[in-house]
């Protein structure tokens, strides 16, 4: 608990700070009930900071034994301490620079919050990002203020790690840490905010490698991890290999340091962290093997391991001056990220990937009470922020932002901003100055995205008449929480046409939709075309259109862009679901299941490009658009449909799913590319549509043969869908000793369970003796298994799920407030249904809202989705 009553923090009262910092050093006594941190920070009056004010560290849960300035000690009546922070009166200081030293008790056994140092199986680690750094010492934890760290470790322990370069040149020449040391020391030269300072300590291992950088500087690059876990690293070493020549290919960025650290944690509240010179990863993407890991984990930690790394340039070198601004370095990373997924894997495929987690997630949340601008104005807790909007809505501005100026403008516009912005803490109007002045284009509407929240919707009328054809575009921004009024956003549209035998007739061009209202005139024609609009998803817009049938079939048979051929196929698996929900008696049209066999029998397309296209919308996605079609949606008719439609795609398709099936046996030597990875996909997905033809049997001997962790999981959900009453217990014996393995079968049995038994299912496995809920990763494998894996569980008309999750956040708030905030947006979507689970959402949330000592991330969370 920070103090009685949290406080909103505003955009607009951005104040720059009064003191920066020269240097910090550092020293750590580790000890987990009592470590000793002390300090001593070079600070000086910031020039630009107005009058010389008092000296205001946070600090949160320390214990402080000493403070001195230049020193002399300070006596208790000599500075003002709260809950929250120290303050020393600007009388009290000797001039405008000074030297603060102080030591401060922790216990980092006692730390469940994972914020800040806290311990791991025995291991010390620390989680900064955003306010943690001041539950280590006392500090301007701001990310404006930032300085070169110099930080020794002392302890038992073999290994110890902060961020920089060694100092120990022991260290440089062994990493392995067997050597006779009690102390290490680190220097990090690079200026950097507090939230970047990591340390960790403990038993652990090295894999190690060296990577030499286009400034022919030769690097040590070091994975460290627990014994035994030596030979789950050769992916993600390769992976960062890729990413570093990738930057310095893409965006001409080399790495700065002499030495590159990743450490794989098992308690970590979200994936990993960027921490200069020494990245920290929640062990799930790090560790992989065939046998362990499926290819979407092995694609998750190529790229995440990018991710963090990218980090290095656009988020540590050039940070962010506030919170508000958390788009900066996580949009445009999000964007680099995919870009290097892209290069690294089918463009097409990743394209599609991303819009149906846009879509899931941050259409999701634009939709309902969390909505948020891509900037956000106000927060009481920054973690809260962390989301599908920043992070993925971001990147899609970006993405815009490149279409607009185009690719060299966009290259131009990142060279100018490292050359201007190096080692400094920037703002969103810093970032689009460089692209104003690089390409001499005013982006002054096109800022809208950053500071105006809710999904676009794009309408549009056709007409052709005498050989021309019009196309005129109209767009309207729902209103969301505290604005209810819009302006246009600039809204970038690309679209191509094509005859009606599906022959492009006009390529891709770009079109800016920047009023309310535009029009598009295009002459010629001999017939009226069949437009193919929004290609490769270039605008986070919906699109408010329904071609026709036949149209729809024309784009999934022959539009050029991928994409929009996706997109024509997913609209109509949409459209059928949304008929057979609303007349049971329904059946889907013989021409949408043929265009699906014609498209999953092509063979000149790539296999994994097949697997989504076969994929049906989830049950989420179901439901908002039965939503949008005036529907209120009913989670167990809508999980009964989608799973009728998936049989009777099976089974209409039989013949071609067990010819793939046949076919794209990758054989017995895995590699976790994406040309493999892609065969196994479709041929998952194949089994997958037609285990009900032969209950399981087909499935069984795929799991009994399986050489790997994708098809291995792919036979075992067959089989929990099946109802087969052996295949937990069978994988659970296999795989008890391994706990990331584990993760996947608490998951699997939760989001497989009929949805009557769903709660049920999670609330035995809370019970199982390996059900450890204070680990983030085993705690969102079960509740999160419920909450986003079994929809119609989750959503049981009984409520059932609602006080299963609202016991459970109560409990997981007192020891980790960050987790159960994120947690609760499971229940951010309670206006979309009936009134009577309303009344049960709202009551859990309720519930939750008023639990006294509750944390203030649960309370803004609770607060925002109840207003
Ligand atoms: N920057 C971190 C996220 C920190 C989350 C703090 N609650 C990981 C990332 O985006 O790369
Ligand atoms: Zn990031």
């Given amino acids: 608990m920070k103090d009685a009553a949290p406080q909103t923090i505003n955009l607009a009262d951005y104040q720059p700070p009064a003191y920066l910092i020269d240097a910090v050093h550092l020293s750590f006594r580790l000890d987990p009930k009592a470590t000793r941190v002390r300090s001593r920070i070079t600070f000086r009056a910031n020039p630009d900071g107005g009058d010389r004010g008092d000296l205001v560290l946070d600090g949160e849960n320390l214990k402080l034994i000493s403070a001195r300035i230049d020193d002399s000690p300070l006596n208790t009546d000599e500075y003002l301490l709260t809950e929250i922070g120290l303050t020393v009166p600007a009388a009290r200081l000797p001039g405008d620079s000074f030297t603060w030293e102080a030591e401060v008790e922790i216990a980092p056994e006692d730390n469940t919050a994972l914020e800040g140092l806290y311990m791991s199986n025995g291991m010390y680690c620390t989680q900064c990002e955003a306010e943690g750094f001041r539950k280590i010492t006392y500090y301007p934890d701001r990310p404006d203020v930032m300085a070169p760290f110099t930080v020794t470790v002392e302890s038992a322990l073999p290994v110890m790690l902060s961020n920089g370069n060694p100092q120990d040149p022991d260290f440089a020449r062994n990493p392995d840490g067997n050597l006779p040391v009690s102390a290490t020391t680190w220097h990090d030269p690079w200026p950097k905010p507090a939230y970047l300072f990591a340390l960790v300590a403990g038993d652990l291992r090295a894999v190690s490698d060296r990577f030499t950088t286009m400034e022919a500087k030769d690097i040590a690059l070091n994975i460290w991890v627990r014994l035994g876990d030596e030979d789950r690293c050769a992916y993600a070493m390769d992976a960062l290999k890729r990413s570093m020549t990738w930057d310095e290919q893409v965006y001409r960025r080399a ?492 998951t699997l049995q939760v989001s497989h369970a009929a949805p009557d038994v769903a709660v049920a299912t999670a609330e035995a496995l809370t019970g199982h003796p390996l059900f450890d809920w204070k680990n983030p990763n085993r705690f969102r494998a079960v509740i999160g298994g419920l909450t986003a894996g079994n929809p119609a569980g989750f959503h049981d008309p009984s409520g059932a799920g609602y006080g299963f999750l609202a016991d459970w956040l109560i409990r997981l708030d007192r020891t980790n407030p960050q987790t159960a905030a994120r947690m609760s947006t499971a229940f951010e979507t309670w206006k979309r249904y009936d009134t009577d689970r309303q009344a049960l959402m709202t009551g859990a949330l309720n519930r939750i809202a008023q639990t006294r000592g509750l944390s203030p991330d649960l309370t803004e969370m609770t607060a925002r989705m109840l207003a």
């Fill in 255 to 746: 790495y700065d340091l002499e030495m590159f650290n990743i450490v794989a944690v098992d308690d970590f509240n979200m994936g990993a962290m960027e921490n200069k010179g020494l990245n920290v990863f929640n062990s799930k993407f790090v560790l992989a093997s065939p046998e362990t890991a499926t290819d979407r984990d092995f694609d998750f930690i190529e790229r995440i391991i990018a991710h963090e790394y990218f980090h290095n340039w656009t988020g540590n070198r050039i940070t962010c001056r506030d919170w508000f601004q958390l788009c900066l370095k996580e949009g445009l990373t999000v964007f680099r990220d995919q870009q290097f997924s892209a290069d690294m894997r089918s463009a097409p495929v990743k394209r599609i990937e991303d819009v149906v987690q846009l879509r899931a997630r941050q259409f999701r949340e634009d939709a309902g009470p969390l909505a948020h601008n891509v900037r956000p104005e106000h927060y009481v807790e920054i973690n809260n922020f962390y989301t599908a909007t920043v992070y993925e809505k971001g990147a899609e501005v970006i993405r815009m932002l490149r279409l607009i100026v185009g690719p060299d403008g966009y290259d131009q516009a990142l060279q100018l901003y490292f050359d201007r912005h190096d080692g400094q803490a920037c703002t969103i109007e810093d970032w689009l100055a460089v692209f104003e002045d690089a390409t001499g284009r005013d982006l002054s509407q096109f800022k809208r995205w950053y500071s105006q929240a809710g999904t676009p919707r794009v309408t549009l009328e056709e007409q052709f008449r005498n050989g021309t054809y019009s196309l005129t575009l109209r767009q309207t921004i729902p209103p969301t929480p505290d604005q209810p009024r819009k302006e246009p956003a600039l809204i970038p549209i690309a679209f191509g046409l094509l005859s009606p035998r599906g022959v492009e007739t006009h390529p891709t061009r770009v079109i800016e939709l920047a009023d309310a209202e535009t029009t598009v005139i295009v002459g010629g024609l001999a017939e009226k075309p069949v437009p193919s609009l929004l290609r490769g998803f270039s605008a986070p817009v919906i699109l408010d259109h329904t071609p026709d049938f036949t149209d729809r079939a024309l784009l999934l048979a022959h539009d050029t862009d991928p994409f929009n051929r996706w997109e024509a196929g997913r609209s109509l698996a949409r459209e059928t679901l949304l008929g057979m929900l609303s007349d049971t008696n329904t059946a889907p049209a013989p021409a949408f299941l043929d265009g699906l066999m014609h498209l999953a029998d092509d063979d000149s397309l790539d296999p994994d490009f097949r697997a989504l296209a076969l994929a049906l919308p989830s049950e989420d996605d179901i439901a908002q658009g039965a939503l949008e079609h005036g529907l209120v949606p009913d989670p167990s008719a809508i999980h009964a449909t989608r799973k009728a439609l998936k049989e009777i795609i099976g089974t209409h398709l039989r013949p071609v799913l067990d010819r793939l099936y046949d076919a794209l046996d990758p054989g017995p030597d895995y590699s976790p590319d994406a040309i493999q990875a892609g065969k196994r996909a479709l041929r998952n997905t194949a089994l997958g549509l037609t285990a009900h033809l032969d209950q399981g049997a087909r499935a069984r001997t795929h799991y009994d043969g399986a050489g790997n962790m994708t098809d291995q999981l792919a036979g075992f959900a067959c089989l929990l869908d099946q109802g087969d009453p052996d295949i937990a217990g069978q994988f659970h014996d296999q795989w008890q000793g391994d706990r990331l393995v584990m993760d996947k079968w608490f």
